[in-house]
């Protein structure tokens, strides 16, 4: 079982920055491909950005790209997604996903492919 907790949201301004970071349990952290979706209200949950294990491939959504980072630290059990230029319509829950079958340098895009999820925290834009 992996637990997944993130923690960074919060209340913004548009044009502003927010760091979101999400701690694993367990001892295999290093072997799953992460992302990070986001689900605004009345709208299905989208990924805004993935990463494989060594971080060597990354995936970003087209509205987000350029201006969100994902990394993470393999160390700390952690990945983060540092978000630049906020927009109102970046407004949402944003979840931590892990992909515990994702193979070694391969960055899952596929939504539903992702088994172990957070509980989400709330970013707000405003304009």
């Known amino acids: 079982q992996v637990q997944l907790v993130e923690s960074g949201g919060g209340l913004v301004q548009a044009g502003g920055s927010l760091r979101l970071s999400c701690v694993a349990s367990?001892?295999?952290?290093?072997?799953?491909?992460m992302g990070w979706s986001r689900q605004a209200p009345g709208k299905e949950r989208e990924l805004v950005a993935a990463?494989?294990?060594?971080?060597?491939?990354?995936y970003y959504a087209d509205s987000v790209k350029g201006r969100f980072t994902i990394s993470r630290d393999n160390a700390k059990n952690t990945v983060y997604l540092q978000m630049n230029n906020l927009k109102p319509e970046d407004t949402a829950v944003y979840y931590c996903?892990?992909?515990?079958?994702?193979?070694?340098?391969?960055?899952?895009?596929?939504?539903?492919?992702?088994?172990?999820w957070g509980q989400g925290t709330q970013v707000t834009v405003s304009s």
């Open positions: 996903a892990a992909d515990s079958f994702a193979r070694r340098d391969v960055v899952d895009v596929v939504l539903y492919d992702y088994d172990y």
């Open positions: 990463l494989s294990w060594t971080g060597g491939s990354a």
């Open positions: 367990g001892r295999t952290f290093s072997r799953y491909a």
